[in-house]
């Protein structure tokens, strides 16, 4: 297993996602959740309580929405400008796009690439962690392990901080959940006081990359 200091330069060295839907008001939700109200898609900022729709509580991340937004099929013609879901994330058609293609990349935007903000939670317990999670671990009780997501895509963020100053403690440890942590196939333990560790995905080679955050 490698250590968190051995990188700090001035140290040591799919299944189908669920259809996103219209807001309902007399529903609660999760943060990060998705829905669709006016047209435009949302995301949830924090946990959502039954009542009316209220934008303060909601981040637009894409406009020109229908009521439901799907999953990729195969068996559908999709028109110029359409909005889908596919593994995990929403996509708007640059071009019509004919029934019967796997899905293609090259025929789909990315609408939530910026959607770029860090979602910030405070835990003590073991968690898998999901793109763009910022974590303020707390490891004062017993150490910490934190999994990265199992499915990265280029650019995806996982910020971990030592919130109570106790990783020097009860060490916090990283999980690469089949992925490389700065090119080794090896878990990594974060051991320093206050660390801050920033970890952006680059690619299956290289996995996730410590940077400035």
């Known amino acids: 297993m490698s250590k968190y200091s051995d990188f700090l330069p001035t140290q040591a060295g799919p299944s189908a996602p669920s259809p996103i839907t219209a807001f309902n008001a007399t529903l609660s939700y999760a943060q990060d959740d998705l829905v669709v109200e006016g047209g435009k898609i949302y995301r ?12 303060a509580e ?3 991340i894409g406009a020109d929405a229908t009521d439901t937004v799907s999953g990729y099929s195969q068996a559908v013609n999709y028109p110029k400008d359409a909005v889908i879901v596919e593994g995990g994330r929403l996509y708007r058609s640059v071009n019509p796009v004919t029934a019967g293609g796997a899905f293609n990349a090259a025929d789909w935007e990315v609408m939530d690439a910026l959607d770029t903000k860090i979602h910030w939670k405070e835990v003590a317990v073991d968690m898998t962690a999901a793109a763009n999670d910022g974590i303020f671990v707390d490891t004062t009780a017993a150490p910490v392990s934190i999994t990265l997501p199992a499915t990265p895509k280029l650019g995806d963020r996982v910020v971990i901080h030592d919130v109570a ?3 020097d403690t009860n060490n916090c440890t990283v999980l690469r959940n089949g992925q490389n942590i ?4 090896q ?7 206050y660390a801050n560790c920033a970890l952006v995905f680059s690619n299956s080679v290289h996995g996730w990359r410590l940077t400035n955050e």
């Open 44 to 55: 949830a900022n924090a946990a959502v309580t039954p009542k009316a729709f209220d934008p």
């Open 182 to 185: 700065m090119s080794l196939a």
């Open 165 to 167: 100053g106790m990783f």
């Open 58 to 60: 909601w981040t637009e």
């Open 187 to 193: 878990d990594m333990t974060v051991a320093m006081k």
